[in-house]
Each structure stands twice: as C-alpha cells, then as structure tokens.
C-alpha cells in the first residue's frame, strides 16, 4: 500500500481549561478572606466594578433587584423539613447597576499602617503648630486606627533599658545587636562566635554583655536554652541553690517523672523535692510571649446553621464576610460616549465588561456550590449534629460529590478552608469526613473520628491505680462493636499526644502524691 501525504478534517470534543475557568475553580477553595483580598485587587484594576455597599444599611424590602453578588441574600436550605418555603437556587440575579454611583473609580481607603511602620503614634501629630496646640476636629480626615497609641513591644521595652544600662557605645552596639536576634520565644539561638566575628569584637566582651542583657526585665531572656531560661528566672528569685540546679540538669529525668532518680540526684525529701517541682512548673519557659504575643486570629464561619422549628436544619451563607460587587452600567454608558473614537479605549472596556461579569456570576456560583456541598454534609452527618461526636458516620469526598452530581475535587475545593457554625460548634468542613472502621459485630462501620473520641474518653476516666494499656484499650473497643488493631490505637492516641500508659501511670501516680 502507498504512502502519500493526506489532509484529513476531523471534529473532536475537548475540555479546555481557559484562564476564566481556571480562576473559576481556584475561587472555589478561597476562604472568605482571602476571596475578599482578591476582589479588592479586582476593584482597583476594574472600573466598570463597584462595590455594593446597600446590603449592609438597606432592609431587606428596600433592597432593589438589581442587586448579584456571591450571598446578597441569604440562600436557605432545610434539611429534613419542609423545603417550601426556601428560595431556589436557580435564582436569576443581574449584575448591572442602572446609576451612577460616588464610588466610580474610587480606590481603596488608606490603613493607616504607615505610622506604625515608622515608629510614630498618632498622638505624636496632635501637638504640631505653634506651642505645640493641636487642631481641632475640623478638617480631621484621620482614621480611628490612626488615633490609636502605639502597642509597647518588648522590643521597645528592652532598648530602653538597654540605653540606660550599657553606657559604653560599644556594648550598647552588641546588645542592640544581640537584641534583633531573639526568636519570638525570646531565646538567643545564633551561637556567641558567629556574633564576636560578624562584629569584629572580643568573644569575652560580648559574653560580658550577653550576661548583662540576661539581668533585663523581665528574666529569663536572651537564653540559650530551656535549662538556662529557667535558671534566669529562679535566679532572680534567689532560688538558684545547689538542689535546683541539679534539678535543672536532669530536666529529662523530671519529664519522664523518674521521681526516685531525681530524689538521688538533687538530694533533698520527698517533700522538698515536690516544692522545687512546683517552682519548676511556676516558671515560664517561653517569656517573651507573655510580654509580646500576637493576638489570637478568630476563625469566622463561613456557613451559619441553626435548627428549624418546624424540623430539620436551615443553612445559610454568611453575608458579613462575603463581598458584593456590582457593574456600573451608567459609568459603562457615560465612557463609551466619551470614548466612541477610540479604539483602544473600547477595547479595554469591552474586556473589563466581560471580566466584571464573569466575576459576578463566578462569585454566584461559588456561593451556590458552597451551600449545595455544605447541605449535603449536614444530611449525610444529622446524626452527629442531632446526638454527638459518637454517631459520627464515616463518609468520604465521593459519598458526597455522587449525591450533588459533582466532580470529586470540586468537592475537595469547596472544603477546603470553609468553616460551618453548627450547635455543636464550629467545625471545618473536611472535620465531616472521616475513613470507616469495620464493626467487629458485623454491622454499620464505625467513624475513626468517633473511635478517637471514645479512645480519650477511656483514657480521661481510667483509674490512677488501673491504668489501660494500648492492649486492653483494643479489648474494651472490640467489645463495643468497633474492630480495631492494636497499632491503630496507638497510633491515634500519639495523633492526640496522648502518653504511654507507663508515662500516665506515673502522672496519675504523681499527682496522687502531690494531693
């Protein structure tokens, strides 16, 4: 047979990812405040976007329809009771806005973290102008974050007192040095010499300051190690005697609670070595975190869910943490009559359109994917929400994405980062799936989660004088139904930092010594 070139035209089906598909799906596993930082970079790049602000001060009733955003309203689901009255998700929204708004090509407000960077309070600008009198409110176009007195940092704490207590230039040069290169626990980690060589300076010299900033307040900083930083602190309690240094050396002896080895070492009583244990235990081993830690971040839900009245449960979005953006139909019209010769400049608002739509209705579908998955959830795990932890049934991403009529990793996007607040608290989506473990009766499997929970609470009601082995944990479980091996039962108490039951045995033994 021949072989001679051909030109054949043939008509094939593919799945082609375009950038607007793929920023699609990566909205999906955004969490509210992170898909809030990117429509704020939307805002500022977009003209024809707006930010819609009337959901926050409008009621309900007064709300025009021209309203589409990813949960202006509140998209309810009832989950085992009458789903008349829940509005449907095949909702038409429009993303026009037919007026002009004093938003138009209005950037972001300011912050304010410009004086915090430089070191200032805004306290500092309030006695400007002839003898130091401040201004009045008049024309006062601050922010209230940038009223606000600067936070005393430890860092601040410290260079003052390093100013006053090393007078000589040069070792107040090595303190502030040695200063930057505390860790957030305030441990000094880089070794003497590299600091000695990086600065040109005699090794003994910089030891001398170094004992001179571990006298700072407050106590127990610039350390080099845990025994150290307690050495500090008990030191400038004056109670560094022979016995509780000896009792610092063996701290390893003291966390396996070797209690007759320590009795040995220290060579005090019964009663004295308790004392010394308590002081030990009084101490603060990481002490710049007292002094200057980070305020704790508060996880926002994402989903808000409460029990129906009439049966059941009804989920909704949580529109506080949701942005709501709109397209500006006015300001579309206004510069397109301004601009009708030029082609460059319709170009640029022909893609901004299609960029703003696309936006609003990705924000829409992200909102309607989120319930849809979440509801689910709740239908499958109603039990765990209705009676606890211990009917926690054993699902998985397919269990839920065949029952929605979703992809798999849709589903794994949608959970991820997104937090559902239940009655029982607020839980992370993937919490919900857990892996099964087989019933040693022969009957419904069992949630490893619960199986977790059961193994603690065990454990928290054991007796100090019975207390249950890995071994016994395994009998006590197969008896109630849940066939499970001895490694997995280690496994998920050392997942909890759970102790071995030698260590506990001590604890408990301990503890019962101390009362």
């Not at 004093?102 to 309070?121: F, W």
């Not at 704490?157 to 390093?162: D, G, V």
């Not at 007796?463 to 849940?482: F, I, K, M, Q, W």
Request: aromatic content about 4%; proline content about 5%.
């Amino acid at each position: 047979m021949p072989l001679a070139p051909r030109l054949d035209l043939r008509q094939t089906q593919a799945l082609v990812m375009t950038p607007q598909l793929q920023q699609a799906i990566k909205l999906l596993q955004l969490s509210n405040l992170d898909l809030s930082a990117y429509v704020e970079q939307e805002l500022e790049r977009n003209p024809l976007l707006e930010r819609d602000d009337r959901a926050a001060f409008e009621a309900p009733a007064e709300r025009e329809d021209t309203r589409a955003d990813a949960g202006e309203t509140a998209i309810l689901d009832t989950v085992g009771g009458d789903e008349a009255g829940a509005p449907s998700l095949d909702q038409d929204y429009n993303t026009d806005r037919d007026e002009a708004g004093a938003g138009d090509m209005v950037g972001p407000n300011g912050d304010g973290s410009g004086l915090d960077a430089l070191g200032l309070s805004a306290s500092s600008w309030g006695s400007a102008g002839p003898g130091g009198g401040g201004h009045g409110f008049e024309g006062d176009e601050r922010g209230l974050e940038e009223t606000l007195g600067d936070r005393r940092t430890l860092r601040d704490h410290l260079a003052e007192q390093i100013a006053v207590d090393l007078p000589d230039s040069a070792d107040r040069l090595i303190g502030t040095y040695l200063l930057g290169l505390l860790d957030p626990c305030g441990y000094l980690t880089t070794p003497l010499e590299e600091v000695a060589t990086t600065l040109g300076a005699p090794l003994p010299r910089v030891e001398r300051v170094l004992a001179r900033l571990q006298a700072l307040d407050p106590p127990g900083l610039f350390a080099r190690s845990l025994r150290e930083c307690l050495a500090l602190q008990l030191a400038d309690r004056d109670r560094l005697d022979p016995a509780m240094q000896a009792l610092l050396d063996n701290l390893e002896m003291l966390g396996r609670r070797d209690m007759a080895g320590l009795l040995e070492v220290c060579g005090v009583d019964a009663e004295d070595l308790r004392d010394m244990v308590a002081e030990v235990r009084a101490l603060d081993p990481k002490p710049a975190l007292r002094f200057d830690g980070e305020p704790i971040q508060t996880v926002v839900p994402d989903i808000l869910m409460r029990a129906n009245p009439e049966g059941g449960w009804i989920l909704e979005l949580n529109g506080e943490t949701l942005p709501r953006v709109l397209v500006n139909r006015r300001y579309l019209a206004r510069v397109n009559r301004a601009t009708a010769g030029d082609k460059a400049a319709r170009g640029y608002l022909t893609d901004s359109l299609q960029t703003a739509n696309w936006l609003v209705k990705a924000l829409d579908q992200r909102a309607t994917t989120i319930l849809k998955v979440a509801t689910e959830i709740v239908r499958q795990q109603d039990a765990f929400l209705a009676h606890g932890i211990q009917h926690l049934r054993p699902l998985i991403l397919r269990d839920v994405a065949g029952a929605i009529g979703m992809h798999e990793s849709t589903v794994s996007r949608v959970t991820s980062n997104k937090y559902i607040a239940t009655p029982r608290g607020l839980f992370e989506l993937k919490y919900f799936f857990t892996q099964a473990i087989n019933s040693s009766a022969g009957g419904e499997a069992h949630s490893a989660e619960a199986v977790r929970f059961r193994i603690k609470a065990l454990i928290d009601a054991e007796p100090a004088a019975a207390v249950l082995s890995d071994d016994r944990l395994v009998t006590l479980l197969r008896a109630e139904g849940v066939d499970i091996a001895r490694r997995t039962v280690a496994k998920y108490r050392e997942a909890m930092r759970i102790p071995s039951s030698v260590r506990r045995r001590r604890e408990k033994m301990a503890l019962a010594a101390d009362e």
